[in-house]
């Protein structure tokens, strides 16, 4: 038998989240529970086959146990009761006053074992930076694509994603290298503290009383480095926020594709054409260096500008790409062909 407050249960929930709803493993729909009544612990484990998440928490402990429960049912009877009582016998029992729960448990060796954590190769970076910098680029990344090294951020000297359309990049530092499938970014939790480790396999973030793991893409990544332009033909100054509205506007009557046409100079605006008689004309204020016009992925352009934090942004140009560099993160859009 152990207790949980109404404060712990936002630590639960978190853990509970990261279970599957639905697998062919059972187990993963799981939380494996391990009260410790010496220590006066109760440590929260939860996962799919993807990442790992567990959770200490420093309660009061009547009697050892170790076993796993539907994870989401677990986390709304603990919610539901607030500060609450677990009593775990041939049934596990939340209850709190008039509120009583009854959960069917499975047995702890059932819990799908994942790798522990190599923490002989830690990395030199604090958590903070590594998530920001991963979660700050994952927007670019493929998703269900055959390469497979495309759908994850790269991780190394600089955090970079890319679909081979687009690639955004955030210089990191790192020199050891991982890939880190787009599933597990979305998943990190931002609030984590503590080491980080890497080994041939597996990601974690390693504290006493949080740990997050999740295993690595196997594979080369592309040699990024070698499509990023050393020369421009033409460049242009907007103001972010109106900019983004512009294109935004655009998109309205744009094709399913996305594409739109952006023309800079003394004139400058963005029209889309849907191909069923509907198009727009949007125009917007610029400092340009030339006449010029060119094709984009709406959707795309958007995302890139979305991570610009100026007020303004000088955006450059080649024959085939536009380049976009603020706050260190730099994205590059190959044209399309209107």
């Known amino acids: 038998m152990f207790t949980l407050t109404k404060k712990q249960s936002e630590a639960v929930s978190q853990v509970c989240k990261m279970a599957s709803s639905r697998h062919a493993n059972q187990g993963f729909e799981c939380v494996l529970i391990q009260a410790d009544s010496e220590t006066n612990t109760v440590k929260l484990t939860a ?14 402990v009547e009697t050892s146990v170790s076993v796993a429960v539907n994870a989401a049912k677990f986390m ?4 539901a009761c607030g500060d609450c009582t677990v009593v775990v016998k041939d049934q596990m029992t939340i209850k709190n006053g008039r509120r009583s729960f009854k959960l069917h448990t499975v047995n702890s060796d059932a819990y799908p074992a994942y790798p522990d954590s190599v923490t002989e190769h830690e990395v030199n970076i604090s958590p903070v930076s590594l998530i920001e910098a991963v979660k700050a680029v994952s927007f670019a990344s493929a998703k269900n694509d055959v390469r497979h090294i495309l759908n994850g951020v790269f991780i190394g000297r600089d955090a970079v994603a890319t679909n081979g359309h687009r690639v955004c990049l955030y210089p990191l530092g790192l020199e050891k290298s991982a890939i880190v499938s787009i599933e597990a970014v979305g998943k990190i939790p ?9 080994s041939e396999n597996v990601l974690s973030i390693v504290s006493t009383e949080y740990s997050f793991k999740c295993k690595l893409i196997d594979g080369r990544y592309v040699p990024y480095e070698k499509i990023l332009p050393k020369k421009f033909k033409h460049d242009v100054t907007v103001n972010t926020a109106d900019f983004i509205d512009a294109v935004k506007a655009a998109k309205i009557n744009a094709p399913e594709s996305g594409n739109i046409l952006l023309m800079f100079g003394e004139k400058s605006e963005i029209k889309s054409r849907s191909g069923k008689n509907e198009d727009a004309t949007v125009g917007f204020d610029c400092v340009s260096s030339a006449e010029f016009e060119i094709g984009f992925n709406s959707s795309y352009l958007i995302d890139a500008l979305n991570v610009v934090v100026s007020e303004s942004v000088n955006i450059k140009f080649t024959e085939s790409q536009v380049y976009i560099e603020d706050a260190g993160i730099i994205s590059l859009i190959s044209m399309v062909r209107i």
């Not at 996962?47 to 009061?60: F, K, P, Q």
């Not at 709304?76 to 919610?79: A, N, R």
Request: net charge negative; charged share 25%.
């Open 47 to 60: 996962g799919d086959s993807i990442v790992e998440i567990i959770r200490v928490l420093n309660t009061e």
């Open 76 to 79: 709304q009877s603990v919610l």
């Open 190 to 198: 931002l609030d984590i503290d503590g080491k980080v480790y890497l």
